[in-house]
């Protein structure tokens, strides 16, 4: 059965980091696109980035570029977004999940309707 759980979230101060995990169970990862997306409080869920499967390309909203990385341990089966000098407009719930598509597609990886077996999110607050 495929499943995503997240982890990593907290409180952290403005210009602090925190690394998130996105363990995938179910499936073997290097052959899956996986995107992160986050969603605050009354608004709607955006896609924060995306990694290819097999090595392809990655992609950052840009509110994130510079700040955020994306990566993935395929052997520990997890996807990891590394969160640099945070912000309190990042503060939402983070969530991970698979697309549907073989690659990260620079017209369609922030359309979550392309995404499937979402995890259960992980909250991440910045404040002082």
């Known amino acids: 059965q495929l499943q995503l759980v997240e982890s990593g979230g907290g409180l952290v101060q403005p210009g602090g980091s925190l690394r998130l995990s996105c363990l995938a169970s179910?499936?073997?990862?290097?052959?899956?696109?996986i995107g992160w997306f986050r969603q605050a409080p009354g608004k709607e869920r955006e896609g924060v980035s995306c990694t290819s499967s097999r090595g392809g390309n990655s992609y950052y909203a840009d509110s994130v570029k510079g700040r955020f990385t994306i990566s993935r341990d395929n052997a520990k089966s997890t996807v990891y977004l590394q969160m640099n000098s945070l912000k309190p407009e990042d503060t939402a719930v983070y969530s991970c999940?698979?697309?549907?598509?073989?690659?990260?597609?620079?017209?369609?990886?922030?359309?979550?309707?392309?995404?499937?077996?979402w995890g259960q999110g992980t909250q991440v607050t910045v404040s002082s």
């Open positions: 179910g499936l073997t990862l290097n052959y899956y696109t």
């Open positions: 999940a698979v697309s549907i598509l073989d690659q990260c597609l620079d017209t369609t990886w922030k359309d979550s309707s392309t995404y499937y077996n």
